[in-house]
């Protein structure tokens, strides 16, 4: 049951970690003095525009992406417009949750907004290309028992990935070992992206050995 889906998923998440790997070997061949640690921003914003054109291109692609219910222009723009705010607006979100766990206020703040918008492209941005603008649709898959389809749950885990992976990468850096992942936000969008890679393997891996267990509702 739902093979079809489960192997659309491994390849989607195939790309997606290739995107990842590429957004960081590509800049290293064509920027002089580009690393993960030395250029960080620059390295973590060629994820986050990687993960953001490969997620929306498959997506798209595959038609995971809910239609639209008119198909005028005006409807369309508007829902491109809502995509785009809630993307501002989770940044913003991230970037405060952030602060109030310690990160400095002003002193690094477009370090901190960096990593909330690499957050928010590992992340919020997999809602938008899987549920659209609906905010009602994802309180209901991130609630109990909320999933409706394998890729509902894909969600659940890939998120949860990413955040638990954030949130472990912070714990290094008040450790006086003077290692230069320690600087912010290195060691906590290390944390996310890898967490975010564990979510690619975890998820349609979980689906399949688990899917004789799951039941869905009809939506």
Not at 3 to 30: C, G, N, Q, W
Not at 72 to 89: A, E, H, M, N, Q
Request: glycine share 6%.
């Amino acid at each position: 049951m739902w093979d079809h889906e489960i192997r659309a998923m491994a390849s989607t998440h195939a790309i997606l970690a290739a995107s990842v790997f590429m957004a960081t070997v590509l800049p290293a061949a064509a920027v002089p003095g580009f690393s993960v640690y030395g250029t960080h921003l620059l390295w973590l914003y060629s994820v986050s525009g990687a993960v953001t054109a490969v997620s929306v291109a498959i997506f798209w692609l595959l038609g995971i992406t809910p239609p639209a219910k008119k198909h005028t222009v005006g409807y369309k723009l508007s829902r491109l417009f809502r995509s785009c705010l809630y993307f501002f607006l989770s940044c913003l979100f991230f970037h405060t949750v952030v602060v109030l766990y310690g990160a400095p206020l002003i002193e690094s703040a477009l370090e901190t907004f960096s990593l909330s918008v690499l957050l928010t492209s590992l992340t919020t941005l997999r809602c938008l290309c899987v549920l659209g603008p609906n905010v009602q649709a994802w309180i209901r898959v991130f609630s109990r028992h909320g999933a409706m389809s394998v890729w509902d749950t894909c969600l659940q885990i890939t998120v949860a990935c990413t955040l638990v992976g954030a949130w472990v990468g912070a714990f290094p850096i008040p450790l006086d070992w003077d290692r230069p992942w320690q600087a912010w936000p290195v060691s906590c969008s290390l944390g996310a992206t890898i967490g975010f890679l564990t979510g690619l393997v975890a998820a349609p891996a979980w689906i399949h050995f688990h899917r004789k267990q799951l039941t869905y509702k009809c939506k």
